[in-house]
T-cell receptor, first 116, second 113 residues
């Protein structure tokens, strides 16, 4: 079974609008962390935001926020006020286990295109 | 250093040749991960280290792949007798703590011809 599911292979958004990228996960471990990474066409992996399974509040980092719904096992990334530079692949990832000692498991990614 | 440094950036090998990739994690980071990314999509986990000790090697094709993280040296990933399907971008990442985010290097693009 897929541990991380990203159901949107591609998304389009108009510049300055908000966009939500979906991520659902599967784990039976109570301790886990959820992460979002951005991979522009240049290829590097850029860490965006982190949410711990015990965190009471949704994580926010600038224009990025994570809509964490634990009961639904979803961790959607919300990008507000999209910019042309946001066009990239976005990967959701999970690290689980006591002290999250296990490796990161990545979803298949969503390609976001921001339209001028 | 303040970033994960991977060398070389590009590597071309003939089928059957050896390939060796290097990774210097961020100073003070205890965990190092190697991932293989094919066609800018799926990330396949290869191996992880906690300091110089192998933490998880469940993703490694052990008959041809090996990796080390020795003190005071860059970590390395070696592929003996490369195959065409080894062509991919190999990413190294490091994290400071067992439950934190990982920071990625720029990747090494391996092309096997």
């Amino acid at each position: 079974a897929q541990k991380i599911t990203q159901t949107q292979p591609g998304m389009f958004v108009q510049e300055k609008e908000a966009v939500t990228l979906d991520c659902t996960y599967d784990t039976s471990d109570p301790s886990y962390g959820l992460f979002w990474y951005k991979q522009p066409s240049s290829g590097e992996m850029i860490f965006l935001i982190y949410q711990g399974s015990y965190d009471q509040q949704n994580a926010t980092e600038g224009r990025y926020s994570l809509n964490f719904q634990k009961a639904r096992k979803s961790a959607n990334l919300v990008i507000s006020a999209s910019q042309l530079g946001d066009s990239a692949m976005y990967f959701c990832a999970m690290r689980e286990g006591r002290n999250y000692g296990q490796n990161f498991v990545f979803g298949p990614g969503t390609r976001l295109s921001v339209l001028p | 250093g303040e970033e994960v440094a991977q060398t070389p950036k590009h590597l071309v090998r003939g089928e059957g040749q050896k390939a060796k990739l290097y990774c210097a994690p961020i100073k003070g980071h205890s965990y190092v991960f190697w991932y293989q990314q094919v066609l800018k999509n799926e990330f396949k986990f290869l191996i992880s280290f906690q300091n110089e000790n192998v933490f998880d090697e469940t993703g490694m094709p052990k008959e041809r792949f090996s990796a080390k993280c020795l003190p005071n040296s860059p970590c390395s990933l070696e592929i003996q007798a490369t195959k065409l399907e080894d062509s991919a971008v190999y990413f190294c990442a490091s994290s400071q703590i067992s439950y934190g985010e990982a920071f990625f290097g720029q990747g090494t693009r391996l092309t096997v011809v």
